[in-house]
């Protein structure tokens, strides 16, 4: 299993603090689940069960791009 660290500035940024809690809890769903290449295969169903809320891929690309 890989390790990795995280940037604990982004609590600093603003694109980090505007996000709704349900965009920040899919923000450290989707970097804790790629690869140690930063891909990941994006399931929407598992996604929105693990972070406890529905999150769709558009919330996803209106938020982070």
């Not at 899919?26 to 295969?41: E, N, R, S, T």
């Amino acid at each position: 299993m890989s390790k990795r660290f995280t940037d604990t500035a982004k609590w600093d940024k603003a694109w980090f603090r505007k996000l709704k809690p349900r965009l920040k809890v899919a923000w450290f769903y989707l970097c804790d689940k790629c690869d140690h290449a930063g891909i990941l295969d994006v399931d929407e169903e598992s996604l929105s069960f693990n972070i406890g809320e529905k999150v769709s891929i558009n919330d996803l690309l209106d938020a982070f791009g």
